[in-house]
């Protein structure tokens, strides 16, 4: 047999190895194109445009 936990982990044990694996928000940041907010190095979803040119045909509002 191989090496068992000799006594049961604790919640607030278990609880405070997970602290750290919560996700993080995506980093976003102003297009220059039309000025809302996008992720960075993407293309913008608003008016389609990267790195100052247009990529994709803007998205159309219904």
Same mark, same amino acid.
């Given at each position: 047999?191989?090496?068992?936990?000799?006594?049961?982990?604790?919640?607030?044990?278990?609880?405070?190895?997970?602290?750290?694996?919560?996700?993080?928000?995506?980093?976003?940041? $102003? !297009?220059?194109? =039309? &000025?809302? #907010?996008?992720?960075?190095h993407? $293309? !913008?979803p608003? =008016? &389609?445009? #990267?790195?100052?040119?247009?990529?994709?045909?803007?998205?159309?509002?219904?």
């Open positions: 047999m191989g090496p068992l936990p000799k006594r049961k982990v604790s919640k607030t044990r278990r609880n405070k190895r997970r602290a750290h694996d919560h996700l993080s928000l995506r980093h976003l940041v $102003v !297009c220059d194109e =039309c &000025g809302e #907010y996008k992720p960075a993407q $293309v !913008c608003h =008016c &389609g445009s #990267y790195n100052g040119r247009e990529v994709l045909p803007p998205e159309e509002e219904e």
